[in-house]
């Protein structure tokens, strides 16, 4: 099909396409091991000189279909499959970013995410130096060195939901000859490709929004094929000279600049880290990424419903979520997604924490969970769960003040969350 299809019709048709009496449903391919008639067959997958499976802690059929369906959902040319959004972002800096090497960083990030790169990352040589998501031209191009491998950045920050200007921080990450990562979780492609405007590598949590059920912890890495690795030799000689691991392969000279990243993340950091999604995860994925334009319109629906009627009762102090036209990110909201952003909303009582904790107690249908993203709406007070151990001096310094509420709008009726959350405030 030369047509180029719409988002609808790629999270059902692409990745997979059967052959005659081959099944319809991607088939599960539950083995380790595949087997050949020869040494010299195998040599060649070792070689990688032939396509084909060996091992699926590298690849798996199943595995790589799915991930095919994100390269064509993301208008990328190729994709991985990881065992968590955590590995995926792990895996997109370090196939380029090694000891002594330097990246920058929004400081608007998921914790998670944070906690990697300034912590567990530090410790293997990799520096960070974290910038505003607002900051201006020159104030990112004043936190590059000479030693800056890439830029990194979430679509919509979890949880803080500031909108990232993505053209702006490529255009200066492409100035200085390295690529702009873009963690996409929340938006997801439904509602932004950020390869359209900039970005070279994008990444998933497909535990969020791409699962949707809360059944299947992945990832997953999207390469846009567009980043000229040959351009800059000696910053990326991983990948632009030979490979004493791979019998001296380089991975831009046999797989060009459409396979070379993930190539080379396959190859080096899956086979060394194995942190490989099963089989069995990457089907449930893909039952979830068939509905996921969907869902996303009625998690953007239900949120936007949702955060108008908190930003008119008189017991909230504030509301933020792009989608209201009072927010600080609408206006670039409306650029980057002007179809709907997620269904995540963050906001405060007032009264402050004893009036967030006194609102959570009483919740019916909302649920107190970590999780976020779900077919089911979700909520958190994270100064009473996952950063309880904070002060409110250190929780407001981090930008997760004591009062706020973290809602996660699921597919339910809009009504019926909104006479859930009304009988709640009414509680404080």
């Known amino acids: 099909m030369d047509k180029k299809l719409n988002m609808e019709t790629l999270c059902i048709q692409a990745g997979y396409s059967p052959k005659n009496g081959e099944p319809r449903q991607i088939p599960i391919i539950q083995s380790t091991t595949f087997k050949y008639a020869t040494s010299e067959d195998m040599g060649k997958l070792f070689d990688l000189e032939a396509e084909g499976y060996f091992y699926s802690r590298l690849q798996n059929p199943t595995c790589d279909a799915v991930a095919a369906k994100i390269a064509a959902m993301e208008g990328g040319t190729a994709a991985m499959l990881t065992s968590s959004g955590q590995a995926a972002n792990f895996f997109a800096v370090f196939n380029i970013a090694g000891c002594g090497d330097h990246v920058v960083c929004c400081s608007a990030v998921y914790g998670g995410t944070f906690n990697l790169f300034s912590v567990t990352m530090k410790r293997m040589g990799v520096d960070f130096t974290f910038i505003s998501p607002d900051a201006t031209e020159e104030e990112i191009q004043a936190a590059f060195r000479p030693n800056t491998k890439a830029v990194f950045g979430e679509t919509i920050a979890n949880p803080a939901l500031n909108v990232l200007d993505i053209e702006r921080f490529a255009k200066v990450a492409h100035a200085n ?77 046999r797989f060009g600049l459409a396979g070379a990243f993930i190539t080379k993340c396959t190859a080096q950091l899956m086979r060394d880290f194995g942190c490989c999604q099963s089989p069995q995860s990457a089907y449930l994925l893909n039952l979830g990424l068939e509905s996921l334009p969907f869902r996303m319109r009625q998690h953007c629906s239900n949120a936007q419903q949702i955060a108008e009627f908190l930003q008119n009762n008189e017991k909230v102090a504030w509301v933020k ?36 904790e006194v609102f959570m107690k009483h919740l019916q249908l909302g649920s107190i969970e970590t999780h976020v993203a779900d077919s089911r709406t979700c909520c958190l007070h994270p100064a009473s769960a996952t950063h309880r151990q904070m002060t409110d001096e250190q929780l407001t310094a981090a930008g997760v003040g004591a009062d706020l509420i973290r809602l996660s709008c699921g597919l339910e009726n809009a009504e019926d969350l909104i006479a859930d959350l009304k009988q709640a405030i009414e509680k404080v």
């Open 321 to 356: 979520y792009c989608g209201l036209k009072s927010d600080k990110y609408y206006e670039l909201a409306q650029k980057y997604l002007p179809n709907g952003s997620c269904g995540v909303i963050s906001f405060g009582l007032k009264g402050g924490r004893k009036a967030a």
């Open 177 to 253: 000859g390295v690529p702009l990562i873009i963690d996409n979780t929340f938006a997801t492609p439904v509602n932004c490709r950020p390869f359209e405007w900039g970005a070279d590598i994008v990444t998933h949590s497909t535990t969020k929004y791409m699962d949707g059920h809360a059944s299947a912890v992945g990832g997953c890495i999207v390469d846009s094929g567009k980043f000229d690795w040959t351009k800059y030799p000696d910053k990326f000689p991983g990948l632009c000279t030979p490979d004493d691991s791979y019998h001296g392969v380089t991975y831009t000279e």
